[in-house]
Nanobody
Framework: QVQLVESGGGLVQAGGSLRLSCAAS????????MGWYRQAPGKQRELVAA???????NYADSVKGRFTISRDRAKNTVYLQMDSLKPEDTAVYYC?????????WGQGTQVTVSS
């Protein structure tokens, strides 16, 4: 059973920073892709950033240059460093892992950016 546990959310002022962590129950390199999604009230869940097993990354246009996804193999953890936060970044952020056709989700962590 794959478990993904997010942490690091909270309330921050616009322009501030947060770092989200996603700890996996097994090796993160067993997954083809790991990423972060977010869902704001009344909106669809959207991809924020992803990293594949080879280390290639991709980002939503809205966060390019502000967010950075990274991973720590020894800790089986994926991070999302979020800088220059904006009120429109407010959402529940979910960690996601994909292995072939199986998708796994964390429980989500709330990020609120005040103006």
């Amino acid at each position: 059973q794959v478990q993904l546990v997010e942490s690091g959310g909270g309330l921050v002022q616009a322009g501030g920073s947060l770092r989200l962590s996603c700890a996996a129950s097994g090796s993160i390199f067993s997954f083809d892709v790991m990423g972060w999604y977010r869902q704001a009230p009344g909106k669809q869940r959207e991809l924020v950033a992803a990293i594949n097993s080879g280390g290639s990354t991709n980002y939503a246009d809205s966060v390019k240059g502000r967010f950075t996804i990274s991973r720590d193999r020894a800790k089986n953890t994926v991070y999302l460093q979020m800088d220059s936060l904006k009120p429109e970044d407010t959402a529940v952020y979910y960690c996601n892992a994909r292995r072939l056709y199986d998708y796994y989700w964390g429980q989500g962590t709330q990020v609120t950016v005040s103006s």
